[in-house]
Structure formats: C-alpha cells, structure tokens
Nanobody
Framework: QVQLVESGGALVQAGDSLRLSCVAS????????IGWFRQAPGKARDLVGS????????YYADSVKGRFTISRVNAKKTVYLQMDSLKPEDTAVYYC??????????????WGQGTQVTVSS
C-alpha cells in the first residue's frame, strides 16, 4: 500500500507557473504508475497526466499538453507536476493517485487528499 501527500497549491495569476509535489510513503513507490487529477467545483475529476514507473512514458490531457510536465524521482518517492502558462480554467483541486500495472490511464487505487490551485485572471 502507498500513502500520497500533495503540496504546492497556491493562488497565482494567469500566465504564472507553479509546481506541485506528491510525496509517497511505503516501500514500493517505484512500482506504481502515478497520475495527477483535478476537480473543479461542480465538475468531474479528470486525469491531467500520468507517468510510468520508470518515468520514461507520460500521458497528458489535451487541455494541458505543452503547458504541464510530469516528472518523478523514485529515490525521493516524489512526483512533480510543473504547470506553466496557467489559465483561470486550470483552477481546481489537484490530486495525485497511484495505480498498479503499466497502463497510464484507467482506475487508480490510492489517492492523496488534494491541494488547491487557484488562477486569477
């Protein structure tokens, strides 16, 4: 089992950059695919992007492709979400999650508590 804790959320202006961190505890972090999700008020939770166990493969939603970058440092049990050129529509609670297997999309098994990102225009 893995526990996940997100941090780095903040209030920023449109065009700014922000980096979120997801720190895991547990012995098998490197065995999990890690995804970043977000949920805006009144909307469903959507997958923003994900990264494979080794970090060699990534997936991004079309809405963030070219602006967001996911990376991981397994030795630190940490996954990052670098968010550039932020837009007001990026405002949401951001969650990291872990899943077994190799697919970058699908059902995720473990979730963090979320961190709020607010982008003002």
């Amino acid at each position: 089992q893995v526990q996940l804790v997100e941090s780095g959320g903040a209030l920023v202006q449109a065009g700014d950059s922000l980096r979120l961190s997801c720190v895991a505890s547990g012995p098998t972090f490197s065995g999990y695919v890690i995804g970043w999700f977000r949920q805006a008020p009144g909307k469903a939770r959507d997958l923003v992007g994900s990264i494979s166990q080794s970090g060699s493969s990534t997936y991004y939603a079309d809405s963030v492709k070219g602006r967001f970058t996911i990376s991981r440092v397994n030795a630190k049990k940490t996954v990052y979400l670098q968010m550039d050129s932020l837009k007001p529509e990026d405002t949401a609670v951001y969650y990291c999650a872990a899943r077994f297997g190799t697919a970058l999309t699908g059902t995720y098994d473990y979730w963090g508590q979320g961190t709020q990102v607010t982008v003002s225009s």
